[in-house]
């Protein structure tokens, strides 16, 4: 007796999406439609508001230069020639080099222009009291500055070497 034949099919028959995979891709390429519509669109509302806004830039640059010519950015120009006139080369050179001599026991913080009354405000950090003493001497003898004064001074505890904390100010020259 023999064995009965054995067969094996591994392929198999594939089995029809049938009318639901038909339907599903129907509903598929009618929402692909209805995105690409909407893509265009949108694009269309971006090109015309980016041409609204270089419109609307171009307007305000001539309304700009316009108002330059009328003399509201007179201010803005007055105030850069004051910048400008600041004789700054003559102020920091002689800020330097009244710190020059201290071998590192000054360090400048902050420098503070007042061109209404030709002012300049210094804050800086000494060692301690005597080094901030010398500094303001050593500023007395500078050409751009006259009249520095120590305004203000403190011991700044909280930093472990206690700097002291001064404020000097010294009117400048414009004819140095």
């Not at 007055?78 to 102020?91: A, C, M, N, Q």
């Not at 500078?142 to 000097?168: G, I, N």
């Amino acid at each position: 007796m023999s064995a009965p034949m054995l067969r094996l099919d591994f392929a198999g028959r594939r089995a029809r999406g049938g009318l639901p995979g038909i339907a599903v891709a129907v509903i598929g390429a009618l929402c692909l439609g209805v995105v690409l519509v909407q893509r265009h669109t949108l694009n269309e509302r971006k090109a015309g508001l980016e041409l609204r806004s270089a419109a609307l830039a171009e307007h305000a640059q001539r309304g700009r230069s316009m108002h330059s010519v009328t003399g509201l950015d007179s201010q803005n120009a007055e105030k850069t020639v004051r910048e400008l006139g600041t004789p700054w080369s003559l102020l920091l050179a002689d800020l330097e080099t009244a710190s020059k001599d201290t071998s590192g026991d000054i360090a400048l913080l902050a420098i503070e222009p007042d061109h209404a009354k030709h002012r300049v405000r210094v804050t800086a950090e000494a060692r301690n009291l005597d080094f901030a003493l010398a500094y303001v001497e050593r500023l007395r003898k500078t050409s751009a500055l006259r009249y520095p004064m120590l305004d203000s001074h403190e011991l700044r505890t909280e930093d472990k070497d206690h700097p002291v904390r001064f404020r000097v100010s010294a009117d400048w020259s414009d004819a140095t």
